[in-house]
């Protein structure tokens, strides 16, 4: 497929069914609804396309669980009040060790909050979300054609570590119109599903998260955090500019790295050297990579989309070697980069 | 005269259900309407959360569990994922009449092809005997302790008669196995269920009046006696809906 022209939600859905994903279930909400519609009128067409608008968020994630189990590659997606419904099955996806995609295009909260772009769902993304000891892949898209790229990959990375995973990507990103290529990428051949309930003739498959012996479930737990340290060795994803002779770092990621990336810019017209550290995976999130990055800075700003969530990430990765400050917006607001701009100005007068 | 055998389609694995209570029973119906079908080596069984959440570890057929009340959803997505392949969820009254209404209803009104045996006792089993959507008025349970009172909490939800009403479903009915003539017309009443989604009809619902000796706090005779003489009356058993 040539470069086109293409609004974020679409491209994430075509994306998935060129990484083999015929199979959706959704809910509408805004600001994904290109997303739930493009899946509707492509799948439908599809000979072996499934499509259904579930009757609600949780009926939706249930219904993905029975896909990812029956063996499909299966996406679903919402956004903030949506995903917080969704936790309940996300949860036994991840005990039931089922490979999903889950899309979460954010809009401003709590509760209702608002339809305009946020980051504010990045604790619920980043910490399992619902209930028990488990963890989700999270990747964070900064533009149309990453977020092509990185629903592709989370589709390989749900059936390699049998996890579902999260795209998790701001209203604007879900919004935006810019051009993107989408190639033919589906591996799902690679990954043979002998574990999946297919009805076959005297298959006895059992997917289940329930573990009522106490030691069985303490075993089950420990394999899962087996899996959650291989997954942090090897799928830490994140990209630096700028950074070699910088005195402040900023942490952004998502659309807020790109406005970093003017402020940091025009910074540097000023002769303040600044550079950028953008995580591209939110879990497993870069510690020891953020920590290395920031050894001959002065100090670390961090630029949000929320009142703060990822900050506590960073100061984690610092381990109070750094001075950590913070500029953001929330609600549906879009930091400018003047302001992240007098964020810069304000860390380089520090000492 | 033909032997009496152990069903090929239940395991060997040991049954926690308490004495008495009738999932044995049903367990046993699906598992010889099954195999009297052929399609016991290839269906799906989609679990519930409850008593027989563990029903996966008896019926010897892929099995796959579901949160609370959404055997339906997670059915769905099996079925549309293998159409062939026959899917059917065993709930409770709990899981299907109360958390899981939304899925219930939707799925009869997609009409989804698949089968659900819903077994209702009037009561939560696995947590000790709370009050279900299904249980009597006037009856007593750990969190009705003086009586489900109408003023309270109003009387019980009929499942068979609510999704009857809707356009989906091809095939619902009200079944008892509280005597022999019962048990022997559930199993019609289920072996009908599985057939409409052999010849892809769409969905079937079975309601089974079932015991739960236990919690209702009498004895397996006195609680069959009880369907009897208590259930019958407020769940009338009959075909409430089948498509021609």
Not at chain 1, 294 to 310: I, L, R, Y
Request: proline share 5%; hydrophobic share 40%; net charge negative.
């Amino acid at each position: 497929m040539e470069k086109k022209l293409m609004k974020g939600n679409v491209a994430i859905a075509e994306a998935a069914i060129h990484a083999g994903c015929k199979c959706f279930f959704g809910y509408p909400i805004t600001p994904q609804n290109e997303l739930i519609e493009h899946m509707s009128k492509r799948l439908l067409k599809l000979e072996d396309g499934v499509f259904v608008q579930s009757e609600s968020e949780v009926a939706a994630i249930n219904m993905v669980f029975g896909a990812a189990g029956a063996g499909a590659r299966v996406m679903t997606s919402s956004s903030g009040p949506g995903l917080s419904l969704k936790q309940e099955g996300i949860s036994f996806l991840a005990g039931a060790e089922l490979p999903a995609v889950i899309v979460n295009v954010m809009r401003g909260g709590p509760g209702l909050g608002g339809i305009q772009p946020a980051q504010s769902d990045y604790f619920q993304a980043t910490r399992g979300g619902g209930h028990g000891d488990y963890y989700t892949m999270v990747y964070a898209p900064a533009n149309v054609q990453e977020a092509v790229d990185l629903v592709q990959k989370a589709f390989d990375k749900a059936d390699e570590y049998r996890n579902p995973v999260i795209i998790l990507a701001d209203g604007v990103i879900g919004q935006m119109m810019e051009p993107a290529e989408i190639k033919d990428n589906d591996n799902s051949a690679n990954y043979k599903k002998d574990w999946a309930v297919t009805g076959k003739e005297g298959s006895h498959n059992i997917l289940r998260s329930l573990y009522l012996d106490p030691h069985e479930l303490n075993i089950h737990n420990k394999n899962l955090t087996k899996k959650y340290e291989k997954i942090e060795a090897n799928e830490i994803m994140f990209e630096t500019a700028f950074i070699d002779d910088a005195d402040i770092m900023i942490v952004a990621y998502g659309t807020t790295s790109r406005i970093a990336r003017s402020a940091i810019r025009e910074a540097r017209e000023k002769g303040i050297k600044v550079g950028l550290f953008r995580p591209i995976t939110l879990w497993p999130f870069p510690l020891k990579e953020l920590k290395e990055a920031a050894k001959n800075t002065k100090n670390v700003v961090v630029a949000e989309m929320s009142s703060g969530q990822m900050i506590y990430d960073v100061k984690l990765a610092l381990e109070g070697s750094k001075p950590v400050s913070f500029v953001g917006e929330a609600g549906g607001i879009i930091p400018t980069t003047k302001q992240i701009l007098e964020a810069i100005e304000l860390a380089s007068k520090e000492e | 005269m033909p032997n009496f055998n152990k069903t090929k389609m239940i395991t060997d694995v040991t049954m926690h259900y308490c004495p008495g209570c009738t999932h044995g029973i049903i367990h046993r119906l699906v598992a010889e309407v099954l195999e009297e079908l052929n399609i016991n080596d290839n269906a799906i069984l989609v679990a519930p959360v409850g008593c027989s959440v563990i029903a996966y570890n008896y019926f010897k057929c892929d099995g796959i569990e579901a949160a609370h009340g959404r055997a339906p959803a997670v059915a769905t997505g099996v079925k549309r994922v293998h159409p062939n392949k026959v899917v059917f969820t065993y709930q409770g009254d709990g899981d299907l009449a109360s958390i899981g209404m939304a899925e219930t209803v939707h799925v009869a009104s997609r009409n989804e092809n698949v089968t659900t045996i819903f077994v209702n006792n009037a009561i939560y089993g696995m947590t000790g005997g709370q009050m279900a959507p299904t249980t009597l008025v006037g009856q007593v349970t750990t969190t009705s302790p003086y009586g489900r009172a109408s003023k309270n909490e109003s009387g019980p939800i009929h499942i068979a008669e609510m999704i009857s009403t809707i356009q989906g479903p091809a095939y619902v009915a009200r079944v008892s196995v509280h005597d022999v003539p019962n048990i022997k017309k559930a199993k019609e009443a289920i072996k009908k269920a599985f057939q409409y989604q052999l010849d892809g009809k769409g969905y079937s619902l079975v309601e089974v009046l079932s015991t739960c000796p236990t919690n209702w706090g009498m004895s397996p005779v006195d609680a069959l006696k009880w369907v009897k003489d208590n259930m019958l009356n407020v769940f009338p058993l009959g075909v409430y809906k089948e498509e021609k």
